[in-house]
């Protein structure tokens, strides 16, 4: 149905930084009490769903005629909601805070269908330190079908809710897939790459029992073992239940095998999925391709993947592409992977799922085919901060067209999927919903495709203020996004690149994780609601005086940034002793810094909370090319809060909400993905926010707070 006309709220939701503590707004859901999960069921115009389940950990509520429910809950997880008239969804909850539930009608012929990135079990799964030494290790040897396992542990649910799961397999599956890394490479590995991937088998039958149905091959990693290597994956997997033509597809031992599709009927509907990969290896000695007389992943080209397509639309309903290309870190798709993405939909297909970058990048509606430009990673082992983002993709087709799709976030932290919920949450489901235009939009920590053209616009007028250099920042709350700025004034869009700075918990599963992806190991780093400026979490560092280095709270691995690139870093601290800030820039994701920026005396020592703010540019670096890619090598920085020993007694210092905004080019429109505003000038503005009818509600109006 066309969407109503738009919304103006009168009320303005501008809260002014300076308060100390307090929350971002007040959210018109009802509370839960402690100790239970609660929210809101609804179908897709909006209407209350009664009678319907939900279940957490074998315990179950039943929605009243008004949809709502409460479940008795201690602890976070995934709730599954069912109705025998609608397709059964499941989201990751948290006591305390109320979760939106919206389902899909069942009429007997929608399928159901879930996408994730790319998964691997080798390398770091086995030594995570690099060291040589594994009995440190996530998977231990000889023990991989129960430690694999508990990788997916925390995911697993979310997997299981659909018809068909299908996922990219990153590696071969080989029975001796580690190798020390400081020792030279086995011969059966590819002698050349600069990076070869393994798994062990029992990987095979670790996906197939948490629920993946559908493996792709077709990657740049499928021929790390060469042709022993392939052969053996595809022989493993067809033995796990994987049937070639029917549970694997993308390679072959020839390059007729590996355009192969495979075929899955789903509710009297044949569904084919097809892969290729753009990344050849005709740099290496021996590429990763498919030949007429040589295994490998089908190759990426204009003319094979059209005849590929026109040939399966003839034996299946819906054919699923993915295409394994563009850029590492990219989150933008490269005019190859776009070229090849324009021919697979022009020649039929339903649905195109690509991966390569190991980021998560934005959607593309066109002409009633959907397409995601990469899904990132889903079971991975890399250390740069963006790869920890991540996504599940849930599309709903109904006699051939797509009648829903959505985006449930969840995040790698120590290598292992994990459910999110919030602040966090939202951050995944905005950068999706916004990379790229379309009718895409957030809705309660969740990114959702308006297919129909349902949503209601809802638009705030706001008066912003930056007339102290260098700018006044704001950030954007309630999934709004700015989209009209009239005045002399000049806006600046950003995104934080450090999104758990808050140090809260918002990961939904059996573990307590405030400050995640911070290191907080050691004695003299504390974490807990009793030094937080706001919320349940904050960081302390102390010294003692006979103490003889700083302490220094960072964040784990490194953040990618581009060079030259304008950054701010904001926060709150609360410190009777000597607090500097270092940003450390580094050419690449590995290696020593190359400068390093200081900021002496970052807050006043009188033991009062204190906003801080850095503004820098980062450097730059030379660009030297990267021999797996032929790209530029990845420039990163790493922030360092440091506390010095005091000249006597002891010295503490309390940190929150550490942000670290990366700012666009001037010039840069707004949108959904920005969560950040740099404002100089007077400027008077609209803000808006899409929702779904039954939503309108769930979350005050889109609002805009001033920032330290």
């Known amino acids: 149905m066309p969407a109503p006309p738009a919304i103006l709220f009168g009320i303005l939701f501008l809260f002014i930084a300076g308060c100390g503590g307090g929350g971002s707004g007040d959210d018109s859901s009802p509370p839960s009490p402690t100790g239970y999960i609660s929210g809101l069921v609804i179908d897709l115009d909006g209407h209350p769903v009664g009678n319907a389940q939900v279940v957490l950990s074998g315990v179950s509520a039943t929605t009243d005629a008004n949809g709502r429910f409460s479940l008795a809950a201690q602890a976070p997880g995934w709730i599954t909601v069912r109705h025998p008239q609608f397709l059964a969804r499941t989201r990751a909850a948290f006591p305390e805070q109320p979760v939106l539930v919206r389902l899909t009608p069942d009429d007997g012929e929608t399928i159901a269908l879930h996408f994730v990135g790319d998964a691997m079990f080798g390398r770091r799964y086995y030594d995570p330190n690099s060291d040589g030494d594994t009995r440190d290790g996530l998977i231990q040897m000889g023990d991989e079908a129960r430690t694999q396992a508990q990788l997916l542990r925390y995911i697993q649910p979310l997997l299981a809710r659909a018809d068909v799961t299908a996922v990219n397999m990153e590696s071969p599956l080989i029975s001796t897939p580690y190798f020390d890394p400081n020792q030279a490479r086995p011969p059966y590995f590819h002698p050349t790459k600069e990076f070869v991937f393994a798994s062990h088998p029992s990987a095979a039958f670790t996906l197939r029992e948490a629920g993946v149905d559908v493996i792709d091959l077709g990657n740049n990693h499928m021929y790390d073992v060469l042709e022993t290597g392939l052969v053996e994956t595809r022989a493993t997997l067809e033995a796990a239940g994987y049937p070639i033509g029917a549970g694997q597809f993308g390679a072959g031992s020839n390059e ?189 920590g969740a990114a959702e495709i308006d297919v129909a053209g349902r949503a209601i616009q809802q638009e705030v007028a706001v008066s912003l203020d930056g007339s102290v250099e260098p700018g006044t920042i704001y950030r954007l709350e309630n999934g709004g996004w700015l989209t009209t700025a009239q005045s002399a004034g000049a806006v600046l869009p950003g995104r934080d690149l450090l999104w758990t700075g808050s140090f809260e918990d918002e990961t939904a599963d059996d573990q307590t994780n405030p400050g995640v992806l911070w290191d907080l190991t050691g004695n003299d780093r504390l974490i807990g609601p009793e030094y937080a400026y706001e919320g349940q979490a904050g960081v302390r560092l102390r010294r003692l005086f006979t103490n003889n280095e700083d302490i220094i709270l960072t964040h784990q691995h490194r953040i990618l940034i581009k060079p030259n690139q304008k950054l701010s870093v904001i926060g709150r601290a609360r410190t009777n002793g000597n607090v500097s800030l270092q940003l450390s820039w580094y050419p690449d994701t590995k290696g020593s810094s190359a400068t390093q920026t200081v900021i002496p005396d970052l807050v006043t020592s009188d033991n009062t909370w204190r906003p801080f703010r850095t503004d820098v540019t980062a450097p730059n670096f030379p660009e030297v090319d990267d021999s797996e890619n032929q790209l530029p090598l990845k420039p990163a920085v790493g922030l360092f809060l440091r506390l010095s020993p005091p000249g006597r007694d002891r010295a503490t210092a309390d940190f929150d909400n550490i942000r670290l905004i990366a700012w666009e080019e001037p010039g840069t429109a707004p949108t959904l993905q920005h969560d950040y505003l740099r404002v100089t000038g007077s400027v008077s503005a609209t803000l808006r926010r899409d929702v779904l009818p039954g939503a309108e509600t769930w979350t005050p109006p889109p609002a805009i707070k001033v920032m330290p």
């Open 256 to 444: 007729t095998e590996a355009w192969r599709p495979a075929l899955l009927t789903v509710r009297g509907v044949t569904l084919a999925f097809i892969g290729c990969t753009g990344i050849p290896g005709d740099d290496q000695p021996i590429n990763y391709v498919a030949a007429s007389d040589k295994g490998g992943a089908a190759r990426c080209a204009d003319n094979p993947l059209r005849q590929a397509i026109q040939s399966a639309r003839a034996q299946a309903g819906i054919v699923i592409v993915m295409i394994h290309g563009g850029n590492e870190y990219g989150r933008n798709p490269s005019p190859f992977v776009q070229e090849l993405t324009a021919t697979a939909r022009t020649a039929g297909a339903t649905l195109i799922i690509n991966h390569h970058p190991h980021v998560v990048g934005g959607l593309n509606w066109q002409e009633g085919v959907l397409t995601a430009w990469t899904l990132g990673n889903f079971l991975f082992d890399q250390d740069v901060w963006p790869t920890f983002e991540s996504y599940l993709l849930a599309v709903h087709i109904r006699r051939g067209q797509v009648v829903r799709a959505y985006v449930e976030p969840f995040m790698i932290a120590d290598y292992v999927p994990r459910p999110v919920v919030g602040p966090t949450a939202e951050f995944v489901a905005r950068g999706a919903a916004g990379r790229a235009a379309g009718p895409f939009l957030v809705e309660d």
